[in-house]
């Protein structure tokens, strides 16, 4: 072999972000499989659409609603759509297997970042999940007369700015529910781990109730929480209910919280592995 | 290649009693109890050896093989692979040893094993040149060629773990650990796995550490044998060299007499 081709070939070495994106890869095209899940999870979320934008446009038609009803129904289609991006109790059976078998230590053989490596596979996994859902509901509820229409948000900045929301949003919930997976890896009990973890990010972050719809002195310690960048902040942002430049300082600090529960999480992971070593032989 | 110094480790093993009484009080007092795993295991292997690392099932086999692998961390002690202290420097350290472990897998369950291998070569950052030339021979050797578009769960056990083994050499190790490889095999996968290992053994120098419970692989494969038992280290030599005095009973009677008498079984 030449020179000039052995050269070539060692430049093709693949790139140290080439393993995640490998794992985020076989995750996305694996779960864009799972169409039953996600057929039966689209009828499930236009009944639960349905109740919630009843409920809180009755507030609204009562007066006592800081969403108008078009506002409400925008934020609950969105919630809808792209609900496997936000909540944490979307979980991966394969890594709770893992995880409850204590094979999660062999995945250390491996010479990848093991926090990375999971990060990379749940993102996927939502992604194609989110991907099968989406599109139906936003599409369906399109057509839906007013005042349950699914709208498009005021402008085309605003959109742009929901849908980097959305990312954030996913990068955040990723974060959080990775806790609960190393909760599971201590405690041995996942569904223990996501009962603690999953309803108290769906609150706080305004899954069952729109945050403004909320006290102002609970809605204000919520809003410095990292919860809500992960649905308050897109929703709003999309359905047209908070303007673009008061929602700079909600990015900023939900991406403050990212770069504070990555490292966090990561330490966690470590601590947890080493204090389950998996016995045998 | 390998040097390993009074390897310790003991695990802490929560006790639980029989009886509601006993699970109660659990909740309160949970009752732990230590099992030492390694008690001061130390041996070196040298490049292009095939080690059986032999004793009965709660020796402290698997254990040493983690360790070395670098997916756990001993008490104390010190084992240093190719310049490397596995779980000091883990990734560096595992980018250069295979592993199969006979009763895990490594494939991705759900996925093709075409499409695990070629995660495989992503996430051992392989170049695709060096990555095609390697797999094909390894597919070839081990006559997988059939299986690549059948995911992991689909597969027979023999089939899988010829799977396993392509999986496991794909970046080119010079190290590799096999623990309990032909668990379960019938005969015929059994001895294409022996096979394949002397071969890899025998034209690439690839250094073997095998733990099996099937003295047939030891025999087939190893010229040297480490017993371990109650974790320590009670033999380390040629395995007809172990055997010798009870040679006219077969290796399976005899090893197990053997186990009797050094009060390990």
């Avoid at chain 1, 809500?228 to 300082?249: I, K, N, Q």
């Avoid at chain 2, 047939?216 to 005095?245: K, Q, W, Y």
Wanted: glycine share 8%; proline share 6%.
């Amino acid at each position: 072999m030449s020179a000039s081709a052995s050269a070539s070939v060692a430049a093709a070495r693949p790139s140290f972000l080439a393993p995640y994106l490998g794992l985020f890869r076989t995750r996305l095209v694996r779960g864009l499989a799972y169409r039953a899940a996600a057929a039966a999870g689209v009828a499930t979320q236009f009944f639960w659409g349905f109740i919630m934008i009843s409920v809180f446009q009755a507030f609204a038609r009562a007066g006592l609603s800081p969403l108008d009803p078009r506002e409400i129904a925008s934020y609950v289609w969105l919630q809808q759509a792209f609900l496997v991006l936000v909540v944490v109790w979307f979980r991966d059976a394969e890594l709770i297997r893992l995880i409850t078998t204590g094979d999660a230590a062999y995945e250390l053989v491996r010479p990848v970042d093991l926090y990375a490596q999971w990060y990379a596979r749940l993102l996927g996994g939502r992604l194609a999940g989110a991907a099968l859902r989406s599109l139906p509901i936003l599409l369906v509820a399109g057509l839906f007369p007013e005042p349950w229409r699914f709208r498009l948000p005021p402008d085309l900045a605003q959109a742009g700015l929901a849908f980097l929301a959305l990312a954030l949003a996913a990068a955040l919930t990723v974060s959080v529910s990775l806790f609960a997976y190393i909760l599971a890896l201590v405690t041995l009990q996942p569904y223990a781990a996501f009962i603690l973890l999953a309803p108290l990010a769906e609150f706080c972050s305004g899954l069952l109730v729109p945050l403004p719809f909320l006290p102002d002195a609970l809605r204000r310690v919520l809003e410095l929480l990292p919860f809500r960048a992960m649905l308050d902040l897109p929703a709003r942002l999309w359905s047209g209910s908070l303007t673009a430049s008061d929602s700079l300082r909600p990015f900023a600090l939900g991406l403050a919280w990212l770069l504070v529960l990555v490292p966090l999480g990561r330490a966690a992971l470590s601590a947890a592995l080493r204090a389950r070593d998996v016995p045998g032989g | 290649m390998i040097e390993v110094r009074e390897l310790r480790k003991t695990y802490r093993v929560r006790r639980r009693r029989a009886g509601l009484g006993a699970a109660l009080s659990s909740l309160v007092h949970p009752e732990w109890s230590v099992v030492e795993a390694l008690a001061g295991v130390s041996f070196s292997v040298a490049p292009g050896e095939i080690v059986g690392y032999i004793g009965p099932n709660g020796a402290g086999k698997s254990t040493t093989i983690k360790v070395m692998s670098g997916i756990l961390v001993p008490d104390s002690g010190s084992c240093v692979i190719k310049g490397r202290v596995p779980w000091k420097e883990r990734k560096a350290h595992v980018a250069g040893i295979g592993a199969v472990f006979g009763q895990r897998t490594q494939l991705w369950w759900d996925v093709p094993v075409s499409e695990s291998f070629e995660l495989l070569r992503a996430i051992y950052r392989v170049e695709p040149a060096a990555f095609r030339k390697r797999h094909d021979e390894l597919v070839e050797a081990l006559g997988a060629g059939e299986l690549l578009g059948s995911p992991a769960r689909s597969l027979s056990l023999g089939q899988r773990m010829r799977c396993e083994l392509v999986a496991s050499l794909l970046h080119g190790p010079d190290l590799l650990f096999l623990d309990e490889p032909t668990i379960g095999l019938d005969a015929v996968s059994k001895l294409a796995v022996r096979d394949f290992i002397a071969r890899e053994n025998r034209e690439r120098g690839l250094t073997v550490i095998l733990t099996t419970h099937d003295v047939h692989d030891i025999e087939a494969l190893a010229t040297r044998v480490i017993l371990i038992g109650r974790g320590s280290i009670l033999f380390d030599g040629g395995f007809a060299e172990l055997l010798a005095p009870r040679r006219d009973k077969g290796v399976e009677r005899a090893l197990a007499e053997l186990y009797g008498e050094l009060g390990i079984a």
